[in-house]
């Protein structure tokens, strides 16, 4: 067992969000994209499951722990309804909701049509479907850094352990 540890966080899923890095992406899936041909083609080779969860609530789980890219314009992503790029159905502002939360700031999520969201998921680092029935529930994001201060390792800042300092870990 684990401390401060989301409980929808699976060893597997735990596993690829530490094994992704900088810039791999994660497409998080409602149940009924083809997860399983899209998860067989990602890096981890299979889709991981988050069956229980719609796709707000496993959004907050990953983003509790996995920090969304800062260097370019549009880490988080949603699957665009077709001919409607304007169109926000409940579950992208209950997913938008929880981006912004997990980020810590506005982090407007940007639209993909559907096709090339199909494609951008094949190529993800892993596939998470969800338990989510609602339709558009699909999300892509994009893996960022926290990174120690840069700062000589003599003052004892320049590694893990100052995570410790700044309270981030237990």
């Known amino acids: ?38 998860g067989r083609a990602s890096s981890v080779g299979k889709a991981l499951r988050i069956d229980g969860a719609d796709s707000a609530r496993a959004i ?19 699957m665009m309804v077709d001919g409607q790029p304007d169109e926000w159905p409940h579950v992208q502002r209950e997913a938008q909701h929880e981006v912004d939360r997990g980020n ?14 199909y494609e951008r998921a094949r ?12 339709g558009w529930g699909c999300f892509i994001f994009k893996k960022g850094l926290d990174v120690t201060p840069d700062v ?8 893990i352990s100052s995570y410790l300092a700044r309270g981030d870990l237990p």
């Open 152 to 159: 000589p390792s003599s003052e004892g800042r320049a590694h």
């Open 104 to 117: 810590g700031k506005p982090t407007p999520m940007t639209a993909v049509p559907r096709k090339t969201y």
């Open 123 to 134: 190529q993800a680092y892993a596939v998470v479907i969800t338990g989510e029935t609602r």
């Open 60 to 78: 907050k789980a990953i983003l509790s722990v996995l920090p969304l890219d800062s260097f370019v314009e549009s880490p988080a992503q949603r």
């Open 1 to 38: 067992m684990l401390r401060n540890i989301d409980p929808l966080l699976t060893p597997d899923l735990l596993h690829a969000l530490c094994a992704m890095g900088h810039g791999d992406e994660i497409a998080v899936v409602d149940a009924h994209y083809p997860a399983d041909a899209a």
